[in-house]
């Protein structure tokens, strides 16, 4: 199997991506991953790419959780993920609401800013998943390649602003694993393109 150069980075969004979005998940038992989750993300790791969950959790802002909540929900999701094979690089979060006015709340770039300090990250060989505008336009504000999933109401309206031209992305996919299928392809075309020219 060709692997991936270890640079190739995945910014992968959480609710809505990952899990149902159930509006705000608080708890634990809440979380509910799709059902193609955990394989779709062992095959990013298998590849050798570097998958960092960058996720909005305003819940906390609003009193809805505390931080420790968060830590316990992210808990759980890595050991669904290990125990399935697969395994999250690092997660980022921004706990602000909307009105706080903060840099890092999706679509700003500051989680991936910050992700940048912790990790070896290629913006031009990044890619961000997730199935809100936002997750498409951080993926612009950054120069990683976006590509949405459908998988929500808010990614069928996302889908919908893609068809009129008011919104941007490197493609459309109907779920997770369907992202990864496009991913793995580009970055395999990318790799024989700079072998070519080289």
């Given at each position: 199997?060709?692997?991936?150069?270890?640079?190739?980075?995945?910014?992968?969004?959480?609710?809505?991506?990952?899990?149902?979005?159930?509006?705000?998940?608080?708890?634990?038992?809440?979380?509910?991953?799709?059902?193609?989750?955990?394989?779709?993300?062992?095959?990013?790791?298998?590849?050798?790419?570097?998958?960092?969950?960058?996720?909005?959790?305003?819940?906390?802002?609003?009193?809805?959780?505390?931080?420790?909540?968060?830590?316990?929900?992210?808990?759980r999701l890595k050991d669904m993920l290990r125990a399935?094979?697969?395994?999250?690089?690092?997660?980022?979060?921004?706990?602000?609401?909307?009105?706080?006015?903060?840099?890092?709340?999706?679509?700003?770039?500051?989680?991936?800013?910050?992700?940048?300090?912790?990790?070896?990250?290629?913006?031009?060989?990044?890619?961000?998943?997730?199935?809100?505008?936002?997750?498409?336009?951080?993926?612009?504000?950054?120069?990683?390649?976006?590509?949405?999933?459908?998988?929500?109401?808010?990614?069928?309206?996302?889908l919908r602003e893609v068809e009129t031209g008011r919104?941007?992305?490197?493609?459309?996919?109907?779920?997770?694993?369907?992202?990864?299928?496009?991913?793995?392809?580009?970055?395999?075309?990318?790799?024989?393109?700079?072998?070519?020219?080289?």
């Amino acid at each position: 199997m060709r692997h991936l150069h270890d640079r190739v980075t995945i910014f992968l969004d959480r609710d809505g991506t990952l899990n149902h979005d159930i509006g705000y998940v608080t708890s634990p038992d809440a979380l509910t991953l799709f059902d193609d989750a955990v394989d779709a993300v062992r095959r990013l790791n298998h590849a050798g790419s570097q998958v960092i969950l960058v996720t909005n959790q305003s819940a906390v802002g609003r009193g809805l959780m505390s931080l420790a909540d968060l830590d316990a929900i992210h808990r759980r999701l890595k050991d669904m993920l290990r125990a399935g094979g697969a395994h999250l690089d690092g997660i980022v979060f921004c706990p602000h609401q909307p009105e706080a006015g903060c840099r890092c709340r999706k679509p700003a770039s500051g989680l991936i800013d910050q992700a940048a300090t912790i990790f070896d990250i290629d913006m031009h060989r990044s890619y961000v998943i997730g199935d809100k505008r936002t997750d498409m336009e951080l993926a612009v504000h950054v120069g990683a390649v976006g590509v949405l999933v459908t998988t929500s109401p808010f990614g069928q309206q996302a889908l919908r602003e893609v068809e009129t031209g008011r919104l941007c992305v490197g493609a459309v996919a109907s779920n997770l694993s369907g992202a990864v299928d496009w991913i793995l392809e580009n970055s395999r075309m990318r790799l024989r393109q700079k072998s070519v020219g080289s």
